[in-house]
């Protein structure tokens, strides 16, 4: 291992002088700018060596290949960068790691040296990425994250909380990051207002980084792998608060024949808001379904794995009358077009501001005594704490709500996934809260479904006399009709007349009138039948309440 100068030879200047030493001849000469000079003369004595500005190092690697370097201006940076290397042939040789130290002087190279280093196979072309200043690897990690199909707003506020942290603590290269400079930086962040979630997406950021640059060898460990984050509970800035029943029904009545907000008219605001709180679905999950997400068949919906909040793809029932809305609403609409958003080109990100703008509508409180508010996500809240009054199993809301158990591994890990047709049984127990429905119509006549075709006949013996609902799809004006009074219904003191014998204060004329009309559409039935040359149906047992009546 040495270093040196190396020479090349140039013309003799004219009017040098020629010197006789003991070691040879010299000239002595002005050069260019005026500064006297000396230069030794060849053997044929017609030119003069010249010295090379920079100082190289000549030595014989591990592969007894002599190698040579182009160091530096300076003899005394050209002798530690020699020493350097000779500790990297030692390592080299006996196969050891870089101590920190070695490693702190491989990060600080310039990139030609340590292009060279590793061309010589004394460094490895990985390890020494953590050369590299920390913008240029935070800008490959931000393409890391990108080739991960991570969402460019995510990617945006990752990248930019690493430099704002590498800044806030003066960090130039991987070997500077030191956890206690990160915990103080937090610390004062939080002194000047931030909160501790906000502290946390900080430390997970940089702490994410880190285990990139493990993973991709370009470091041994990571520094800030002991940190952990803090308790959020201890510092919450904003709570949310479930709708109730009434207000949820409050929101939709108000909202369905509103004015348009944000490119969508009152009915597909209103759509919005009851399939959120029926699904539990988030804003941006509902932001990325598309018509064909929603197979109203079978009744499912399903979000994709890319945008579901825990990366995984979700599958989920909702309600025979929901569907029902929904495919009345997507009639007539492209498989691949957004399910909600209006005229917009998606569902508005500001979904918080337009939905305090129908809760006001509504006359509900965004922010109640308590101070916690009411903005999109707590439609999920009103849609767990919904299930919560069913009698779903808490495996069954866990699979609902796509929350896991991690204190409590028995239900969380060990238990099978309850079966769909399970799920849709605790979704069709949520409350009805569509605005216009007194109440569930029952089933009647021979087809088992609910009175439609003769439920405005029935209805002023059934309903009291402020409104009913015929068949409600969308935002439909047949939906609503007022109801007259009849000497069936007229009891005055809001009492509620209906055919069904459980509810209170009956009408014994209503109870004759509903039987006799079954005996009719069974009669119907028989001379049907007995037309088709089929067997009859059985004659139903009299009754004798209704013999004596």
Partial sequence: MRIYKPTYSKPLPEG???????????????????????????????????????????????LSIVRELKAYTNEQATQRLADRIQQLLNCKSNNQPLDSELQKFVEQLSVKIRDELIGFGLLDSQKASAGKPLTELVSEFGQFLEAKERSSKYISETTAELDRIFEGCSFRYWSDIAPTKVMAYLKNLRSDGISYRRSNAFLKSAKAFCKWMTDCNYASRSPLQHLKTLDTELDRRRERRALTTDELRRLLKTTINSKERFGMTGAERCLLYYTATQTGLRANEIRTLKVESFDLDDLMVTVKAGNSKHRCKDELPIRQDLGARLKEFFRGKMLTSKA????????????????????????IEYIDAAGKVCDFHS?????????????????ERMALARHSDR??????????????YNLRRVVEQLPDVWPGKVQSQKATGTDGKPVDAVGEILSKSCFSGDQIRLNMIGSDERAVKPVEKTPLNALGNGGQKTVDPKVARSSRVGLVFCKALKLLNLAISRLSLFLQNQPLLPVPPKNPVLMRS
């Fill in 379 to 395: 439609l999920r809240g009103t849609f767990i704490t919904a299930l919560d009054k069913t009698d779903a199993s808490l495996k």
């Fill in 340 to 363: 909600f958003g209006g005229t917009y080109k998606q569902l508005t990100d500001k979904t918080a501001n337009m939905l305090k703008a129908d809760l006001a509508n509504a006359k």
């Fill in 16 to 62: 040098a002088k020629i010197l006789r030493r003991k070691s040879g001849k010299y000239a002595k000469f002005k050069n260019t700018k005026g500064h006297t000079k000396e230069a030794r003369l060849t053997k044929s004595g017609d030119k003069i060596l010249c010295e090379t500005s920079h100082w190289h190092i000549k030595f014989e690697d591990n």
């Fill in 407 to 420: 204190g409590n591994l028995t239900l969380g890990t060990y238990t099978d996934r309850p079966r769909a």
